[in-house]
């Protein structure tokens, strides 16, 4: 199973980005996938799922502003940041789990300043 984030980059306070997570190995729709975020300084957190059957769940400090989503054809979730604020800044992986296996994707990095 691999990951492929993708998409990240500098943008200004209030603004928008989509990232993308293009996963081979599995099915998105048989393996929920998972959006997490590394300030730097701090601990990796949550940010976001797409669960296999098509739920969807967010942390609070993105529920509103962020939108994850995804393209069965392409095998791809996307994450939707809109408003974004500086606190937002850091590098986004995507993950999913395989038979009690984790797996990660490299991480994509976002930079928001004002």
């Known amino acids: 199973v691999q990951l492929q984030a993708s998409g990240g980059g500098d943008v200004q306070v209030g603004g928008r980005l989509r990232l993308s997570c293009t996963v081979s190995?599995?099915?998105?729709?048989?393996?929920?996938v998972a959006w997490h975020r590394q300030a730097p300084g701090k601990l990796r957190e949550w940010v976001a799922t797409f669960a296999a059957g098509g739920a969807t769940g967010y942390a609070d400090s993105v529920k509103g502003r962020f939108a994850i989503s995804r393209d069965v054809d392409k095998n791809t979730v996307y994450l939707t940041m809109d408003s974004l604020k500086s606190e937002d800044t850091g590098v986004y992986s995507c993950?999913?789990?395989?038979?009690?296996?984790?797996?990660w994707g490299q991480g994509t990095l976002v930079t928001v300043s004002s």
């Open positions: 993950t999913c789990m395989r038979r009690n296996v984790r797996y």
């Open positions: 190995g599995t099915l998105i729709t048989t393996n929920g």
